[in-house]
Nanobody, 124 residues
Framework: VQLQASGGGLVQPGGSLRLSCAPS????????IGWLRQAPGKEREGVSC????????YYADSVKGRFTISRDNAKNTVYLQMDSLKPEDTAVYYC??????????????????WGQGTQVTVSS
């Protein structure tokens, strides 16, 4: 199970970015997909997740109302739309999955398969 995250970059505070997560060699239908991030000197934390069964979505309190997770099964891709970005959103963002048939989890340790990460920098 391999995932590819993309879409990071440098953006000014208040700006937007859209991250994409695409699998390699499998379809996302049976997989919950989470976005997690790690800032310099901090532990990895969960940001958002979309469930595989009913499409339920979950967000960390720090991003609620600003980030939106979605999945496009036709394109086999999960997106994280990030609006009203703040300097504290600066981190490497990863997409990950706990594996086929499992739902969303809060703890990064519950995710078994990870993409390579994409850097998001929010700075003026």
């Amino acid at each position: 199970v391999q995932l590819q995250a993309s879409g990071g970059g440098l953006v000014q505070p208040g700006g937007s970015l859209r991250l994409s997560c695409a699998p390699s060699g499998f379809t996302l239908d049976d997989y919950a997909i989470g976005w997690l991030r790690q800032a310099p000197g901090k532990e990895r934390e969960g940001v958002s997740c979309i469930d595989n069964s009913d499409g339920s979505t979950y967000y960390a309190d720090s991003v609620k109302g600003r980030f939106t997770i979605s999945r496009d099964n036709a394109k086999n891709t999960v997106y994280l739309q990030m609006d009203s970005l703040k300097p504290e959103d600066t981190a490497v963002y990863y997409c990950a999955t706990p594996g086929p048939g499992y739902g969303c989890y809060t703890l990064p340790s519950e995710y078994d398969f990870w993409g390579q990460g994409t850097q998001v920098t929010v700075s003026s």
